[in-house]
């Protein structure tokens, strides 16, 4: 069965699965590249699972605090 299957192919047929068989070779290798450092418990740098904010307003970083939704932004100081 896989001879007769062989045999059918075409110069192009098989032109065409080398070609889709790099691809496929390539794609998984570049995924598995891609997730070789990847860390399923990673944590950014100075920020707790509850956060680090005295204020509760949420988790910070130096000098950075993360995003609030509930905060009003001040507006921007207007120049003349």
Known sequence: MINQWISQLTVRKVIFLVIALFAVVY???YVIDALDGFDPNY?????????S????SGAKVGSYKAFDP???T???AQSK
């Open 27 to 29: 794609v998984v290798w």
């Open 43 to 51: 944590q950014p740098t100075g920020v707790s699972a509850r956060g």
């Open 53 to 56: 904010s005295s204020d509760g």
């Open 70 to 72: 509930s905060k009003e």
């Open 74 to 76: 001040p507006e921007a």
